[in-house]
């Protein structure tokens, strides 16, 4: 039984020194969801937090969120979780619960592993690869950031180990952008592969006019390439050869559906932590099964977001990659994922029970805590 449910929230200075073409970044804030139950085990999860303060996500939480699940079996988590996805047809809330639920289903996933004393992925799906392939994620705009810097600095991502890296664009001009992309993959080993990210900046015209200046055939996905309801403008340039990606946030399973079925997505993006935790990240791995798409698991955050997205890609095998962001690497520092000598950018999660990830001591303030009114004993 759930007996505790505590909030906590970490604040990290990014000093606004850098930015993508939608967003300079200043104070990025998460939000953590701790379980706790009867037999003193602690589930962790992460909620998707892009917002000035999180204490819009924190408030949302402590009302319309945890009630509901304090006193209540693990098992019946995610019932519980579907019934509020259902309310929210009427309180037109989807967004923030889907952020609010990411932290309490990755949390539960995180008990229920412990409990069978096994490693996270494992207690998804058994039958999953156990990997999972991360690319290097960086390569934004910054203060006094030349061309010759942003090479020296994808270059050094290759050097780690990295097939694949990713870079925004988008900010400046379409010949600016473009020269600098050349610029990277000049200066990337010719094996190198890269994500050209342009943050929903580009009509389908343009963006298509970007993708046939490059060397295509080193471009693995141009992310967000148009406006994200733009769904002729996607289409269309799939049918051109574009490897879209879509759309990182998205949260809502009729448009995931339609980026599958009607605009054929060669990759579809989306967070654990916004799509409503790693249960729905198994959904849509059942959906694009047998189709033309893969699925891309986007970490902008923390290490636990790493941690469950990296877990999710271990058990399914429809993942085709993991964003490793080399800027929002909040307690990276304690991650243990075990790399393979010969290939450092496929990692397997730590073989521990759960998530293998505890909630560090420091730098974490507790937002709020909720007890149940039903104890253990009680509960029997």
């Known amino acids: 039984m759930i007996t505790r449910i505590k909030v906590h929230t970490h604040c990290n200075d990014l000093g606004g020194k ?46 319309e969120v945890i009630p509901h699940f304090l006193g209540q079996a693990l098992v019946d988590v995610p019932e519980i ?20 639920l990411a932290g309490v289903d990755i949390a539960m996933w995180d008990l229920k592993a412990q409990h069978e004393n096994a490693p996270l992925w494992s207690s998804m799906n058994k039958g999953g690869t156990g990997t999972a392939q991360l690319y290097a994620s960086g390569g934004l705009y910054g203060e006094g950031k030349t061309t010759n810097d942003l090479c020296t600095e994808m270059s050094a991502f290759a050097a780690c180990g990295f097939a694949l890296s990713k870079m925004k664009i988008g900010a400046f001009s379409l ?28 009509s389908s015209d343009d963006a298509l006019r970007i993708f046939e200046a490059l060397p295509v055939e080193r471009i693995e996905a141009f ?14 340039l799939t049918k051109a050869g574009v490897p879209v990606m879509a759309t990182e946030a998205e949260y809502r ?45 986007e970490v902008s955050s923390t290490a636990i977001a790493l941690m469950a997205a990296v ?11 993991v964003e ?57």
């Open 253 to 297: 399973p009729e448009l995931h559906d339609r980026l599958i079925e009607e605009v054929g997505v060669p990759f579809l993006q989306t967070a654990p932590v916004a799509i409503g935790g790693v249960s729905q990240i198994a959904v849509l791995a059942d959906k694009v099964t047998g189709t033309q798409t893969r699925l891309s698991l």
């Open 18 to 63: 850098i930015w993508n073409p939608s967003i300079r970044w200043t104070n990025k804030y998460a939000v953590f969801v701790t379980l706790h139950d009867s037999a003193d085990k602690v589930g962790l999860g992460e909620c998707w937090c892009f917002d000035a303060a999180p204490d819009a996500l924190v408030a949302f939480l402590r009302t």
């Open 223 to 236: 992310q967000s390439p148009t406006k994200a309801w733009d769904y002729t403008g996607m289409a269309r």
């Open 324 to 380: 490793y962001h080399t800027i929002h690497t909040v307690f990276f520092d304690k991650l243990e994922l075990d790399q393979r000598k010969e290939e450092p950018f496929i990692v397997s999660p730590p073989d521990k029970p759960g998530l293998g990830f505890s909630l560090p001591k420091t730098g974490v303030s507790v937002a709020f805590e909720d007890v149940s009114s039903t104890s253990p004993k009680d509960a029997a």
């Open 311 to 321: 877990h999710a890609a271990a058990a399914h095998p429809a993942v085709a990659h």
């Open 175 to 202: 010949q600016e952008d473009i020269a600098r992309v050349n610029a990277v993959l000049t200066a990337l080993p010719k094996a190198a592969k890269l994500t050209i990210d342009g943050v929903y900046s580009y």
């Open 81 to 100: 979780a579907s019934r509020l996805f259902e309310k929210a047809t009427l309180t037109a809330r989807h967004g923030i619960l889907a952020s609010a």
